[in-house]
């Protein structure tokens, strides 16, 4: 087949197909340090479980894995929420504070007589404008995401002690109270609410057309927008998503607290990050899971319980949290 | 260069036209940006069943006048009849339901999505449950397979992300997605730049057996030994005119060359 063309073309492009037959196909993954990287999560979270048991048998006690669950709740709802954000691209520095906002608007709320319902549906509401507002100001404004959230990170903590005259409201409620201690067997109800969450957007993510042009956006703008997909709309959808989920959170954090406070809530912010991180979704964006996250939630979690049943001081646990989330964005380095 | 048995030559969209007939016809469309006139009256057809070529120099309007046609520009004077009707294009969207899909320089797909998501890519096929529509993953799946499986290049299994096919592969996922969808004009732009001498040589069989089915195909390309194997007609853009066109059975490469550069006049 001899064309003129080719005198003046590149060399033709690498060819990376390279498949591995399958009874090769474990032994070559095991081999790939790509697969640890997509799996870095899951096996940090049982080498951790292995050695803090080992240390310390009532950590896999049945009320210690309860505790543990509860106290994850909040994070997994936020990390999601982060998750679809990261997963175009973006980042929401926003999410903690956006957070103190609904349960301060809750606070207030319930304060002047709104009642429980209300009150929660003005949390969801307070939070889900700040989302929308960060989705709108990055899609409609083109600024960039990291500048938007971080001022709405700084507005929304300022309302929220603004409306809250910078005290807390202290809320009595048997349901509340109800939601944060009581339960199914070892799952209270916000570990329940977290996982519902979790499979929900699990489902979005991976069965509708939405999730599909949430992957495309992150993965190539460009490719996305030429096919037809406004990405400035999946965009505006995402940082709603994960106002939404603040909102939920806030809720969730009132009833464990028993309080609305205006307080800053600044680890949320970095371990939704961090959990989304070690769950191997690429900050590039593009690719992305929700059972990674969840998992690197659950991690974070329990090195923190870990640590404090083995009587270590709480001033370690930060820099511990830090180390690992590092070694984790290391790691997806060697992500495929 | 072998070109496949020449098939059915009628769409399953049914078009009254026959091979030849004029499909598209631009009619003095001009358009600025600020004072850059980028298209000035710029006229001519593209026919049913044939391969259109469209050359010149860089800057020369090609690709302006390409996003006029798929619906990312709007002319500022002139119109553009496609089938008969005059076209009033508000997005790429809009040229896609009337049948114009345009393969892009950078092809268009999302690596990190599989071979069959992306042939899919905003069609997604959907089962309703409710008020609520899931993708309908096997259903796309098995699709895609049949769409690839009638290519030339081999492309490994749909649900294998982009980011592992090469070149040659890509372009051919981006031209089966072009040419599915039940497609009349598909636009090309610079299909083979990219590419090495075997691949290029398979794309152009998928250009050719294009044509054979019945689509229109609007080829932009910088390489004249291609425009003069795959076109049957060929217009010359320079300095935001169309300068001229042959039928490229009645021109040589010399011809053309000089039309682009202004050495001849038309």
Redesign the interface.
Request: glycine share 16%; charged share 15%.
């Given at each position: 087949?001899a064309?003129?063309?080719?005198a003046h073309?590149?060399?033709?492009?690498?060819?990376?197909?390279a498949?591995p037959s399958a009874q090769n196909a474990w032994a070559a993954r095991l081999k790939d340090l790509g697969f640890w990287a997509e799996w870095a999560a899951a096996i940090g979270l049982v080498l951790l479980v292995i050695v803090f048991q080992a240390l310390n048998s009532t950590f896999l006690s049945t009320g210690n894995i309860e505790s543990m669950l509860v106290a994850a709740a909040i994070l997994i709802i936020l990390a999601v929420g982060q998750t679809f954000v990261i997963t175009t691209a973006g980042i929401d520095l926003s999410i903690a504070s956006t957070m103190t906002l609904g349960a301060v608007a809750f606070g207030q709320a319930y304060a002047h007589g709104w009642g429980l319902v209300a009150s929660a549906l003005v949390a969801i509401a307070a939070a889900g404008v700040v989302g929308v507002l960060n989705g709108t100001l990055i899609a409609k404004g083109k600024i960039t995401d990291f500048i938007v959230t971080l001022g709405t990170l700084s507005a929304a903590s300022g309302l929220a002690l603004i409306l809250a005259s910078g005290k807390p409201v202290t809320i009595i409620d048997s349901f509340l109270l109800q939601l944060s201690v009581g339960g199914i067997w070892i799952f209270g109800w916000p570990v329940i609410i977290a996982a519902v969450v979790a499979v929900a957007a699990h489902?979005v993510l991976?069965?509708?057309?939405f999730?599909?042009?949430v992957?495309?956006t992150?993965?190539?703008p460009?490719?996305?927008t030429?096919?037809?997909?406004s990405t400035g709309r999946i965009k505006i959808a995402v940082y709603t998503i994960a106002g939404v989920l603040a909102g939920l959170g806030s809720i969730l954090l009132v009833a464990r607290i028993g309080a609305a406070e205006p307080a800053a809530n600044t680890a949320f912010l970095l371990n939704s990050v961090a959990a989304v991180v070690l769950g191997g979704v690429s900050l590039f964006g593009?690719?992305g899971t929700i059972t990674g996250p969840v998992i690197g939630a659950l991690l974070l979690t329990a090195l923190v319980n870990g640590l404090t049943l083995l009587g270590v001081s709480q001033f370690y646990q930060p820099l511990a949290v830090g180390i690992v989330v590092v070694l984790a964005a290391l790691m997806t380095r060697f992500q495929? | 260069m072998t070109s496949p048995e020449p098939t059915a030559t009628t769409l399953q969209t049914g078009s009254p036209l026959q091979t030849g007939d004029v499909l598209v016809d631009v009619e003095d469309v001009s358009l600025s940006f600020g004072s850059v006139r980028a298209l000035v009256d710029v006229s001519l057809t593209i026919r049913q069943g044939e391969i259109t070529a469209l050359v010149g120099d860089n800057g020369a309007g090609k690709s302006t006048l390409v996003r006029c046609i798929s619906g990312i520009h709007r002319p500022d004077s002139g119109h553009i009849v496609f089938d008969g009707t005059k076209t009033d294009f508000h997005s790429p969207e809009d040229a896609r339901g009337a049948g114009i899909e345009t393969v892009h320089q950078n092809l268009a797909l999302v690596e990190d999505l599989t071979v069959w998501q992306n042939l899919f890519l905003n069609r997604e096929l959907v089962r309703r449950f409710g008020p609520i529509a899931f993708l309908d993953r096997k259903r796309m799946q098995q699709r895609a397979t049949e769409m690839v499986s009638t290519l030339a290049v081999n492309v490994p299994a749909v649900s294998s992300r982009v980011r592992r096919l090469s070149g040659g592969q890509r372009q051919a996922v981006s031209i089966c997605r072009a040419a599915g969808f039940s497609s009349r004009l598909v636009i090309m732009d610079e299909p083979t730049a990219a590419l090495g001498v075997q691949e290029t040589a398979k794309v152009e069989e998928l250009i050719l057996r294009l044509r054979d089915e019945g689509h229109a195909v609007l080829l932009i390309s910088h390489n004249f030994a291609q425009v003069m194997r795959l076109s049957d007609h060929v217009w010359v853009m320079r300095a935001g005119r169309c300068v001229g066109g042959r039928r490229t059975a009645d021109t040589t490469g010399e011809e053309i060359v000089a039309l682009i550069t202004g050495a001849q006049a038309a």
């Open positions: 087949m064309t003129a063309t080719g073309q590149p060399a033709s492009a690498p060819k990376r197909t498949t489902v991976f069965h509708t057309r999730g599909t042009h992957l495309a992150g993965g190539s460009d490719a996305a030429a096919m037809g997909i593009g690719r495929r | -």
